[in-house]
């Protein structure tokens, strides 16, 4: 016998309460809203930050203003295009979910949307997502469409992998190609640079991120980084935080960036380390808090890298 469906008005557990979707949405639109993560924004920013940094790299390498549109494109991509692999994710992963406390009450596992309607959800994000893709150069559209083969891999690959997070991080980290070559037509070993870094850091913060579930886990099947690292979490989130630090540092130093990107990077470094000081693995409220602030650590990277790129450009 099927579980009845919940009130549309469940939230999820890692929402913040009181999210302008819970209390301001239409009952009807809150399920769907939920699956795109439109009540949790941290995703879509940890999408599109990769994305501005090899924006701001190529603005360096070609001596030219950072451009502003580019980078309103990719924050409406940003959030379509997290939607709908939000919504795929869960789509796959519906029954897992609902094994997992965190996660149970998401809208498919609770019963609050039907796998259908997901599907026709999804198709619509993703063509939101083609609209600003088709706004670049055709080089960059095909390097975009090539960032679907992680995607679609990423949601099985944590019943199988010790550490699913390193597909996770081939999906996320993709902005580091994408950017370089909107501006650019081409890919160059910055944007190869920025891309692995931005792996390593999506390992990381994904690492913190799954220290919630590392008791429901092993209950459900699904695999982790965090698992595998158990209690040495904090030392293996520190080594991926290293290497994006060293990586990007190296990308800012091919592209010709000057004293303010390299004052970003030891900012973003400090940001990190400031994270991996913080760990404590018996918190999740703890852990959610410090991977949200990912947010902010990319975006002292991005800032500092369109300053460097902007004064490069004017004087």
């Keep these: 016998m099927t579980a009845a469906p919940q009130p549309l008005d469940q939230p999820v557990a890692d929402a913040a309460a009181g999210n302008w979707v819970d209390r301001y949405a239409p009952a009807a639109s809150r399920p769907y809203l939920r699956l795109a993560r439109i009540d949790r924004p941290i995703g879509w920013w940890l999408l599109l930050l990769p994305c501005w940094w090899s924006l701001m ?12 549109w580019y980078a309103v494109l990719f924050l409406i991509g940003a959030v379509a295009m997290r939607g709908a692999g939000s919504t795929y994710n869960d789509i796959v992963d519906r029954d897992l979910d609902a094994k997992v406390a965190r996660t149970r009450m998401r809208p498919l596992p609770s019963g609050q949307v039907k796998a259908a309607a997901a599907a026709a959800f ?16 055709g080089f960059a559209i095909l390097v975009g469409f090539l960032s679907l083969v992680p995607v679609a891999v990423y949601p099985f690959m944590k019943r199988f992998m010790s550490m699913p997070q390193l597909v996770l991080g081939l999906a996320f980290a993709w902005g580091g190609l994408i950017g370089w070559a909107v501006v650019t037509g081409t890919l160059a ?25 590392i008791e ?47 004052a970003a990077v030891g900012a973003f470094a400090l940001h990190l380390a400031w994270q991996v000081r913080s760990i404590e ?32 450009a004017v004087l």
């Design 57 to 68: 790299l190529a603005a360096i390498a070609t001596g030219t203003i950072p451009n502003l």
């Design 122 to 137: 999804l198709a619509l994000q993703a063509l939101v997502g083609l609209a600003v893709l088709l706004q670049f150069n």
């Design 189 to 213: 070993a910055p944007a190869y640079l920025a891309y692995a870094a931005a792996i390593a850091w999506t390992v990381g913060y994904d690492t913190i991120y799954a220290l919630q579930d």
């Design 216 to 262: 429901d886990d092993p209950i459900a099947g699904i695999k982790s980084s965090a698992r595998l690292f158990g209690s040495e979490a904090a030392t293996g989130v520190a080594v991926c935080y290293a290497a994006a630090v060293v990586l990007v540092g190296l990308a800012a130093h091919l592209a010709g960036g000057g004293l303010v990107a390299f």
């Design 281 to 312: 693995l018996d918190n999740p409220q703890k852990a959610l808090s410090l991977f949200k602030s990912n947010r902010d650590a990319g975006l002292i990277l991005a800032v500092g890298l369109a300053a460097d790129a902007l004064l490069r």
